[in-house]
Nanobody
Framework: DVHLVESGGGLAQPGGSLRLSCRAS????????IGWFRQTPGKEREEVAR????????WYDDSVKGRFTASRDNTANTAYLQMTNLKPADTAIYYC???????????????????WGQGTQVTVS
């Protein structure tokens, strides 16, 4: 079975940092792109960052560019989202997701990702 498990969320002050982890199992991790999404109440889940399977490419939404960094360790089947200079507007549930084939320089839709983690709450206050 495919599993993605996020960790690392919590409470941060504005200007602070958090690092999210996404540990994967049940599939060939290096063959999958990992997307990071966030969702706030009443809004659609939106992709904010993505890293390619072999970590050669990354994409960021303008709202997080220069503040968030996606990375991965394929030997540990784990992806990371380093979040710095956090703002209250970054408060959301953050999800990691995995898919094999789609790469664009624009956000992907949630339905383009077949595999999801359970989400982790990030609160900036």
């Amino acid at each position: 079975d495919v599993h993605l498990v996020e960790s690392g969320g919590g409470l941060a002050q504005p200007g602070g940092s958090l690092r999210l982890s996404c540990r994967a199992s049940g599939f060939t991790f290096k063959d999958y792109h990992i997307g990071w999404f966030r969702q706030t109440p009443g809004k659609e889940r939106e992709e904010v960052a993505r890293i390619s399977g072999r970590a050669g490419s990354s994409w960021y939404d303008d709202s997080v560019k220069g503040r968030f960094t996606a990375s991965r360790d394929n030997t540990a089947n784990t992806a990371y989202l380093q979040m710095t200079n956090l703002k209250p507007a970054d408060t959301a549930i953050y999800y990691c997701a995995a898919q094999e084939n789609r790469w664009t320089e624009s956000p992907l839709w949630p339905h383009e990702y077949p595999h999801w983690g359970q989400g982790t709450q990030v609160t900036v206050s």
